[in-house]
């Protein structure tokens, strides 16, 4: 299985367009025979968990098996509309390597080891939904913890992407190395005593971490 993420930022006069194609994409998507898995995702102001949307910047995700076509999973009509509205198209083709949990109660990169030998460049999609009584713990406590994230060791880039504002919210992370990735998230003091945190008061009602090896970046 494949992934492919692509993070579309449109021209300002076109904004409304991204609202449009939340609705208008979900048709193509849904009888497109390539593609097994798809979400159409919003974006944060400052790469990471915000809530503050950016209402120019749209995500698509979808898992497929095959070649690396953009037109096979994604559509002759999806694509003539970024080219038409949007300024910039980041597109990364990725295979999922690693990773647990659920994501609308599937396993939507297939059933992944929950670790590997793989230690070099990594990409990592983190998700949740937060229970609706925990969203006043986890803004408090995640938020401020995955604005250092930028400032780590490793660190490349990264989008906070999201299905539902405040409420259903994942980072898209790239790291030059899995070790690096690994000491941001599990070595700083704060970041550990979160992670404790969300398990022992439960504040998701599902989560998901994958991560996976980069096959090709395109952006235009």
């Known amino acids: 299985m494949r992934t492919s993420l692509i993070i579309v930022k449109y021209y300002p006069i076109f904004a409304i367009f991204g609202f449009l194609s939340m609705a208008i994409f979900r048709i193509p998507l849904f009888f497109n025979k390539n593609i097994q898995f798809y979400k159409l995702m919003g974006t944060g102001k400052n790469g990471t968990f915000d809530k503050i949307p950016d209402l120019s910047q749209w995500a698509i995700l ?65 998700r949740a ?51 690096m ?8 003091p704060q970041h550990k005593a979160v992670i404790k945190k969300t398990r022992k008061q439960k504040w998701y009602s599902e989560d998901m971490f994958t991560r996976f090896t980069i096959l090709q970046k395109i952006e235009k």
């Not at 647990?100 to 929950?114: E, I, M």
């Not at 009584?133 to 995640?142: D, E, G, H, I, S």
Request: glycine share 8%; hydrophobic share 45%; with cysteine.
């Open 62 to 126: 979808v898992t497929f098996e095959g070649d690396l076509n953009l037109k096979s999973q994604f559509g002759s009509f999806i694509l003539k509309w970024f080219d038409l509205f949007c300024k910039r198209q980041t597109i990364y083709f990725l295979k999922p390597i690693e990773g647990h949990g659920l994501w609308d109660k599937k396993k939507v990169f297939g059933n992944l080891p929950a670790t590997t030998d793989y230690e070099g460049v990594i990409a990592v999609l983190t």
């Open 129 to 179: 939904t937060i229970r609706l009584n925990k969203l006043r713990y986890f803004w408090k406590n995640v938020a401020p913890i995955a604005s250092q994230m930028a400032t780590a060791e490793g660190f490349v880039n990264s989008y906070g992407v999201g299905e539902i504002p405040w409420i259903k919210q994942a980072t898209f992370s790239v790291w030059e190395s899995k070790a």
């Open 181 to 188: 990735m690994k000491n941001f998230a599990y070595k700083m």
